[in-house]
Every structure is written in structure tokens, then in C-alpha cells.
């Protein structure tokens, strides 16, 4: 898609499907699409995440903030990226801070986004009724078939369409308040939680296109 430009993280990947705990599926690898966005996922499933602070279960820490240059202008940058984890059912508050994703310019000036469970990003695999509020799946949303449909489904159908669920990302807009400036580099900074060590909600992040700017 001329629109985008797909940036290559490949460089950056700190961590494998196997920090995935929560999916039993293995992630997809190369080159991916989602909702009509094109994406560049790891290689293979061994090196295919950029993960940020404390990892669950045995596995090491991974950095708590990581670098990716950029130099160049975009009107829109779009994450693909997830939680790891989740204490929601286990009464922590909604919205949380997750990470700090910081937009460095060439000029030095820098604008701060905190990535917040259940709003910009949210966790897998998802109970219903938990989609966040401020991006959206990476599963399509879909028409249901204009055929002969079990009974049981009758329901569904007279919604006339399936909303898209998602498999392995959520994917987040920042729209860029100075797309006229270059950016020199995005810093993702896992966020200090309730005492724990930094990034204990911590997430995976795929490849991210750039919107270019015209």
C-alpha cells in the first residue's frame, strides 16, 4: 500500500512465541496485513517481539526501554502490539499505564503517550465484552452468509455483520501533531507498576508502518 511504509524492527526483536503464556497459537511471521495495513513481522518464532520489562513465568527480564530510529516525517504511526498479562480479575484498576511511548523529533522536542490497559492496548486472549477503547483488533470485522444458517445462529444473523476479534495484536494510531517535523527516533518505555518491578504489565510489539507524510 503506497500509503504506508512498513518500518523493520528485525534488529530490535528481544523475544520469542514463547512468551506468549496466555495463546497457545504461534504468532504470524513476515509479511502481514490487517485491516488493510500492511505489516513486517519477525522472521520466525523464535526472534518475533520487542518485549519490554518483566516477562512472566521463568523467562528473563527484557530491557525496559527500547530505541528505534526513525528519521523521516509521518502523518500516522501504527503500533501491532499486546499484553502479556493481566491483573483486571484480580482488581487492579482500568486504565492502567502499561508503557510510555515517546515520539522524539530531530529538533529535540518530544511528545509522551501513555499506552493504558483497556485503551490503547489490552491483553490475550480476550474475555468478551473487554475490547479496548481506543484501537482496535486485528481480526476483520465480517458479513455474516446471506444462506441457510443453523438455527441456533439465528440470532447472530440478524445483526447482519460479525465484529473482528482479536488473534494476535491490537493496533494503535498515534497521529503525529507535527507531521511537517522529522521524526528522529520512537523510545518504548515499559511503566513502572504498583511497586513491581518496571513493565510487570509489560507487552510484545510488532512491526509498525509509518503513514508518510505527502
Request: glycine share 10%; charged share 20%.
Amino acid at each position: 500500500m503506497a500509503d504506508y511504509e512498513v518500518l523493520d524492527l528485525s534488529a530490535h526483536y528481544n523475544a520469542g512465541a514463547d512468551v506468549r503464556t496466555s495463546v497457545r497459537h504461534p504468532p504470524p511471521t513476515g509479511d502481514a496485513e490487517y485491516r488493510g495495513i500492511p505489516f513486517l513481522l519477525g522472521p520466525d518464532t523464535g526472534a518475533c517481539f520487542i518485549a519490554l520489562g518483566r516477562l512472566p513465568g521463568d523467562h528473563k527480564s527484557a530491557p525496559a526501554c527500547v530505541s528505534i530510529p526513525l528519521g523521516k516525517t509521518a502523518q500516522n504511526v501504527i503500533f501491532a502490539h499486546a499484553q502479556l498479562e493481566t491483573f483486571l480479575e484480580h482488581g487492579d484498576a482500568l486504565g492502567r499505564t502499561i508503557a510510555l511511548y515517546r515520539f522524539v523529533y530531530q529538533d529535540g522536542h518530544c511528545v509522551e503517550v501513555p499506552i493504558r490497559e483497556r485503551f490503547e492496548i489490552s491483553y490475550l486472549p480476550l474475555p468478551w465484552g473487554f475490547l479496548p477503547f481506543a484501537s482496535f483488533p486485528d481480526g476483520r470485522d465480517s458479513l455474516h452468509t446471506r444462506g441457510p444458517v443453523h438455527p441456533g445462529d439465528a440470532g447472530n444473523r440478524q445483526t447482519e455483520a460479525g465484529m473482528g476479534w482479536p488473534v494476535n495484536y491490537f493496533l494503535w494510531a498515534w497521529q503525529n501533531p507535527r507531521p511537517e517535523a522529522p521524526l528522529d527516533h520512537i523510545e518504548l518505555q515499559a511503566a513502572e507498576v504498583r511497586g513491581r518491578a518496571p513493565g510487570r504489565g509489560h507487552l510484545a510489539s510488532g512491526s509498525k508502518p509509518c503513514k508518510t507524510s505527502p
